[in-house]
């Protein structure tokens, strides 16, 4: 199905995901800056109030990243969410890496920002 969407403004979202994963100031450049193969993505964290049985409700944070790869011709694309997981770029986007990292089978560099993913 064809779907009318303007190129210019399509050109510029995925510019904008593009630099959320490789432009230094990007929310999961960390991650993925020194990744070999061109990813494109966005973070994101969501709260959730959760009753831990008390009466009381606290917020968590759900950490949310969605993407795909190569970004010039997607292959693959990958989202993450890990409840309670804090912040988009420390826990989704390393999870959605380790599975980019896996089809793609560069190995990351060594000094890539990644926290520990079970």
Known sequence: QQINIDP??????????????HDPLGTSSA???GFPVPIAGKTGTAE???DPGDGVA???NQSWWCGYG???DAQVVVRAVIENG????????????RLFEKYFNPKAPANQALVNVA
Not at 9 to 20: E, I, M, Y
Not at 86 to 97: I, L, Q, V
């Open 8 to 21: 210019g403004a399509l050109d510029v979202v995925r510019q904008g995901l593009l630099k959320a994963t």
């Open 70 to 72: 190569p970004s010039h």
């Open 31 to 33: 991650v993925f800056g």
């Open 86 to 97: 804090g912040h988009g770029s420390s826990a989704a986007a390393p999870a959605a890496f």
């Open 58 to 60: 606290r917020l968590f």
């Open 48 to 50: 959730k109030a959760i």
